[in-house]
């Protein structure tokens, strides 16, 4: 293994220690416990937007915590939820007074530990609503969910619910929102490699050089199926189909297209998939509305990539163009 660390056992503090210097004008972090929040948090009268996971899948969640997304991330160990104690003081520092809108990721220490903080946060006066996010297409269970896994598609209800925030909605409102994206985003993976989480030193599965896992989940978790290696038209073929399939999504439908890699694919590689899935759009008389492409949701360094699309409609067209300024996304400012 090699990688850019210190003691495997402190990457996450020394991350976020990182995020602080570089970042003083966008956010701000707390050490003990662990979160981050935007830097002018809380902003009197508006939702708080808060969500966090296991650290490894960066620039998700911390990476888009400021005006128009997220007021607040908080990262756990690496691939581990964090505990319900830091969830509790990053929803304190981030409400306003018109509550906090908890997104989930659908896997099981995410949505326990959410819950348990919630509960507390609301036994001491905070209003707390949560939504979860299950995008992914490939499996309905696995070993870290109940139900499908959330992927990539968080990206998008992070975006467009802290929109709506940002724009003054309410709670309840926002929350509709958040549950409305979800409830129109698929996605779906394919890993090439994988990841090699610091603290374990070797990778989490074995898949050789000329395999690929289709449907793979941001862990590492298994997928629908491993198959021998493909063109990239055909892989985007079968993520593709599968992800239209499902919604079902249909002709005239506009949509935003984000092509994610996740870790160790490169940006080059990125367009080619992305090339070919808007030729696939045309094909089906999808609308190529909005798009998105890079290292959003990622695996530390796995080589892969995974597709999502949304079906918008006008609301949500006006949402994703509204100022958004974070550090892995900004535009509009």
């Given at each position: 293994?090699?990688?850019?660390?210190?003691?495997?056992?402190a990457v996450?503090?020394?991350?976020?220690?990182?995020?602080?210097?570089?970042?003083?004008?966008?956010?701000?972090?707390?050490?003990?416990?662990?979160?981050?929040?935007?830097?002018?948090?809380?902003?009197?009268?508006?939702?708080?937007?808060?969500?966090?996971?296991?650290?490894?899948?960066?620039?998700?969640?911390?990476?888009?915590?400021?005006?128009?997304?997220?007021?607040?991330?908080?990262?756990?160990?690496?691939?581990?939820?964090?505990?319900?104690?830091?969830?509790?003081?990053?929803?304190?520092?981030?409400?306003?007074?018109?509550?906090?809108?908890?997104?989930?990721?659908?896997?099981?220490?995410?949505?326990?530990?959410?819950?348990?903080?919630?509960?507390?946060?609301?036994?001491?006066?905070?209003?707390?609503?949560?939504?979860?996010?299950?995008?992914?297409?490939?499996?309905?269970?696995?070993?870290?969910?109940?139900?499908?896994?959330?992927?990539?598609?968080?990206?998008?209800?992070?975006?467009?619910?802290?929109?709506?925030?940002?724009?003054?909605?309410?709670?309840?409102?926002?929350?509709?929102?958040?549950?409305?994206?979800?409830?129109?985003?698929?996605?779906?993976?394919?890993?090439?490699?994988?990841?090699?989480?610091?603290?374990?030193?070797?990778?989490?599965?074995?898949?050789?050089?000329?395999?690929?896992?289709?449907?793979?989940?941001?862990?590492?978790?298994?997928?629908?199926?491993?198959?021998?290696?493909?063109?990239?038209?055909?892989?985007?073929?079968?993520?593709?189909?599968?992800?239209?399939?499902?919604?079902?999504?249909?002709?005239?439908?506009?949509?935003?297209?984000?092509?994610?890699?996740?870790?160790?694919?490169?940006?080059?590689?990125?367009?080619?998939?992305?090339?070919?899935?808007?030729?696939?759009?045309?094909?089906?008389?999808?609308?190529?509305?909005?798009?998105?492409?890079?290292?959003?949701?990622?695996?530390?360094e796995m080589?892969?990539?995974?597709?999502?699309?949304?079906?918008?409609d006008d609301?949500?067209?006006?949402?994703?163009?509204?100022?958004?300024?974070?550090?892995?996304?900004?535009?509009?400012?």
């Open positions: 293994m090699k990688k850019l660390i210190g003691d495997p056992r996450v503090d020394e991350a976020v220690r990182g995020v602080a210097a570089a970042h003083p004008d966008l956010l701000r972090v707390s050490l003990d416990p662990v979160y981050i929040v935007r830097a002018d948090a809380p902003v009197s009268g508006k939702v708080g937007l808060v969500s966090g996971g296991g650290s490894g899948h960066e620039p998700l969640h911390g990476g888009f915590v400021g005006p128009g997304m997220l007021d607040g991330a908080v990262p756990g160990a690496v691939f581990t939820s964090p505990t319900p104690d830091p969830i509790v003081a990053a929803t304190k520092a981030v409400d306003g007074g018109a509550g906090v809108l908890h997104i989930v990721k659908n896997y099981t220490g995410d949505v326990l530990n959410f819950e348990t903080a919630a509960e507390l946060a609301e036994a001491e006066g905070v209003r707390v609503k949560a939504v979860v996010v299950d995008d992914d297409v490939a499996v309905k269970d696995s070993l870290y969910t109940a139900g499908r896994r959330g992927v990539a598609g968080t990206v998008l209800v992070e975006r467009l619910a802290g929109a709506a925030a940002e724009r003054g909605d309410d709670l309840d409102a926002v929350a509709a929102i958040a549950e409305r994206v979800n409830s129109r985003t698929r996605s779906m993976g394919v890993a090439l490699t994988a990841p090699v989480v610091p603290h374990v030193g070797t990778p989490s599965f074995d898949i050789g050089d000329d395999a690929i896992e289709i449907g793979i989940g941001i862990h590492g978790e298994p997928g629908r199926e491993r198959i021998p290696l493909e063109p990239v038209d055909a892989i985007v073929d079968r993520l593709l189909g599968a992800v239209i399939e499902d919604l079902p999504f249909e002709s005239g439908d506009r949509v935003l297209l984000l092509v994610n890699g996740m870790g160790g694919t490169p940006l080059i590689e990125l367009y080619i998939a992305f090339r070919r899935a808007a030729e696939v759009l045309a094909e089906r008389g999808l609308e190529l509305t909005r798009s998105l492409v890079g290292n959003y949701v990622t695996s530390l080589q892969g990539m995974s597709i999502t699309l949304l079906q918008l609301e949500l067209v006006e949402l994703w163009d509204a100022p958004v300024q974070t550090v892995a996304l900004r535009w509009g400012r």
